[in-house]
């Protein structure tokens, strides 16, 4: 920013976030708590400045959770499936439960094969109220082929969450993470946790699942915390004078 300038910041939380604190210049003798704000102007700015957000979890509505280290597997169903060239045996890895951690996946011994292991559980809502929301805690085995380390999660067959370890979430190297999806109303949720490796040789393709919590959103919080935000035009004029093509106006919705 040049120097007597103002500069603009929007903060966008991610679905199923919402802001909890803004922090302008922390830890020096001008610190601002901007408190769950979701626009913050730098005026006339001097000196170096810094801004930071954190964001927390919303609650869903009506939840119900499933936690692998009380609950186990109880009715959830596998499957796994290999293809390619086998150097060797090939066989299901769980499911099971270890240190409290549900586990499932693949042992394999493949030629740049690929593997895929699915398990599926269907929810039913007994107050018939049905949810939109589901949050996932786990972790995806590390894997030295990250963009074909993949993993995807469905609601009575639609794809509400797909992604390799080159994107956070999941990342890679086993990281702890959350994935929060919305889906269609409903009050029967079939949810199919899916993962595998393309190409894949060996020896394993683990998944750990810690907890899963299906909801209703959280209109109520959502509505207070969540404001359409216009972001007023930022002009950056390169050195011969002329403006940056790249200027543009945008709108955001911000928590």
Known sequence: VRQGQSQT?????????????????????????????????????????TISATFNLIQPNNPMTWDWSSQGWGNWQYTWTVSGTQTGPNSPLGPEIDNGVGVFGTNTNLLAGSTESD?????????????????????????????????????????????????????????????????????????????????????????????LTIGEENTQQMSTMTALVSKP??????????????NKTTSKVGA
């Open 119 to 211: 398990v599926t559980n269907t929810f039913t809502d007994p107050t018939g109220t049905g949810w939109n929301t589901l949050i996932f805690n786990g972790a995806l085995g590390a894997s030295d082929v990250p963009g074909g380390r993949w993993m995807t999660i469905t609601v009575n067959g639609q794809e509400v969450f797909g992604a390799t370890e080159l994107q956070t979430p999941p990342g890679d190297a086993d990281q702890p993470f959350t994935i929060v999806a919305s889906f269609p109303q409903t009050s029967s949720a079939m949810v199919t946790l899916s993962q595998g490796q393309d190409p894949a040789w060996g020896p394993d393709f683990p998944m750990y699942c810690n907890s």
């Open 9 to 49: 910041f929007t903060i966008t939380p991610d679905t199923g976030y919402a802001i909890e604190d803004v922090q302008i210049d922390a830890g020096t003798p001008n610190a601002i708590d901007a408190g769950a704000t979701s626009s913050y102007t730098f005026p006339n700015v001097q000196a170096d400045q």
């Open 233 to 246: 035009k930022i002009t950056f004029t390169i050195p011969d004078g002329s403006e940056w093509s790249g």
